[in-house]
């Protein structure tokens, strides 16, 4: 999707090399296809499905050299069938024989990297399927690999506001707690949820202005009184992606129902990468947001 320049949201704190990495690849994805037809280096793709169904045996022989009857063993195939497989292997420069054992190459230990990377990635897709189906598509820099170990909790027509609920039980968990959304986080009628933003936490929220005009219209009293005692720090911003939350230990994405408001999904994660992830985006965010008093007018 092609995106207007102006509605782009870009980010641009500092983090660490892996971070960075996952990041700028996260940038330039959208760019993979038109440099492999540039440099004429697309691969077949009968070819590259053949190194993914080859994963398991390449996936053993990472962890260590393995003899054909230890190959056989540890994927439970016949003996016919570890032949076809390493050979396959040789023939493509994955592995080498070795007094009996067969060990993978620096080319087959690469590859293996990613097939295992590529596994992790769609595993994650699929399990977030539902947030990645209402996450703002403008937002250039949303990473998979940072929420590969996430929980993630969907809302049921029987149980509705499961997602909610997690998202009240990591904010009761936690001494402090930031977080920006497109909408409110939780509905203004949650009363358990801000008694905790007004009350038991040092509590910063981003919002967009009607939003945040409309908690203050529910709640003018509390916002007021949490504001002038630090225990609430509230900015506005026009433009924002979805919902990002910053727990004491864990980090959480929340995707919400355009017509209700409601949370359909949350997906969260105590992942270090998660979290420092998380960190730079809130920061960038931050920084372009415009913070009130209380007694600043809407």
Same mark, same amino acid.
Request: proline share 6%.
């Given at each position: 999707?092609?995106?207007?320049?102006?509605?782009?949201?870009?980010?641009?704190?500092p983090?660490?090399?892996?971070?960075?990495?996952?990041m700028?690849?996260? &940038?330039?994805q959208?760019y993979?296809?038109?440099?492999l037809?540039?440099a004429?280096?697309r691969?077949?793709?009968?070819?590259?499905g =053949?190194i993914?169904r080859?994963g398991?045996?390449?996936e053993?022989?990472?962890a260590?050299p393995?003899?054909?009857r230890?190959i056989e063993?540890?994927?439970e195939?016949?003996?016919?069938?570890?032949?076809?497989? #390493?050979?396959w +292997?040789?023939?493509?420069?994955f592995?080498?024989?070795?007094?009996g054992?067969?060990r993978? #190459?620096g &080319?087959g230990?690469?590859?293996?990297?990613?097939?295992?990377r590529?596994?992790?990635?769609?595993?994650t897709?699929?399990?977030?399927?539902?947030?990645?189906d209402v996450?703002?598509?403008?937002?250039?820099?949303?990473a998979?690999?940072p929420?590969?170990?996430?929980?993630?909790?969907i809302?049921?027509?029987?149980?509705?506001d499961?997602?909610?609920?997690?998202?009240?039980?990591?904010?009761?968990?936690?001494e402090?707690?930031?977080?920006?959304?497109?909408?409110?986080?939780a509905p203004?009628?949650?009363?358990e949820?801000?008694?905790?933003?007004?009350?038991?936490t040092?509590t910063?929220l981003?919002?967009p202005?009607?939003i945040?005009?409309?908690?203050?219209?529910?709640?003018?009293t509390?916002v007021?009184e949490?504001?002038d005692?630090?225990?609430l720090?509230l900015?506005?911003?026009e433009?924002?992606?979805?919902? +990002?939350a910053?727990?004491?230990?864990?980090v959480g994405?929340?995707?919400?129902?355009?017509?209700?408001?409601?949370m359909?999904?949350?997906?969260d994660t105590?992942?270090p990468?998660?979290?420092?992830?998380?960190?730079r985006?809130?920061?960038s965010i931050?920084? =372009?947001?415009m913070?009130l008093?209380?007694q600043?007018?809407q």
């Amino acid at each position: 999707m092609d995106v207007p320049e102006d509605d782009r949201l870009t980010f641009t704190p500092p983090a660490s090399p892996i971070v960075e990495a996952v990041m700028q690849n996260a &940038r330039n994805q959208q760019y993979l296809g038109k440099r492999l037809d540039a440099a004429g280096t697309r691969a077949d793709p009968d070819h590259l499905g =053949d190194i993914v169904r080859h994963g398991p045996v390449l996936e053993a022989l990472r962890a260590e050299p393995l003899d054909r009857r230890e190959i056989e063993d540890r994927l439970e195939v016949s003996r016919a069938t570890s032949h076809r497989l #390493t050979r396959w +292997l040789d023939e493509q420069g994955f592995v080498e024989k070795t007094d009996g054992r067969f060990r993978l #190459t620096g &080319r087959g230990e690469a590859v293996t990297d990613e097939v295992l990377r590529f596994e992790a990635n769609v595993s994650t897709v699929h399990r977030m399927g539902p947030l990645l189906d209402v996450i703002c598509p403008h937002h250039a820099e949303f990473a998979i690999e940072p929420m590969i170990d996430s929980t993630v909790t969907i809302a049921e027509p029987t149980v509705p506001d499961r997602p909610a609920e997690r998202f009240i039980e990591l904010v009761g968990e936690s001494e402090t707690f930031r977080g920006f959304n497109t909408t409110h986080l939780a509905p203004l009628m949650i009363g358990e949820f801000y008694q905790r933003v007004f009350d038991g936490t040092e509590t910063e929220l981003i919002y967009p202005p009607d939003i945040t005009e409309r908690l203050r219209e529910t709640y003018p009293t509390r916002v007021t009184e949490a504001i002038d005692r630090g225990r609430l720090t509230l900015r506005t911003r026009e433009k924002l992606p979805y919902g +990002l939350a910053l727990f004491d230990e864990r980090v959480g994405l929340g995707g919400y129902d355009d017509d209700t408001g409601l949370m359909q999904v949350l997906v969260d994660t105590d992942s270090p990468m998660a979290r420092e992830w998380a960190e730079r985006v809130y920061a960038s965010i931050a920084a =372009d947001a415009m913070r009130l008093d209380s007694q600043t007018e809407q």
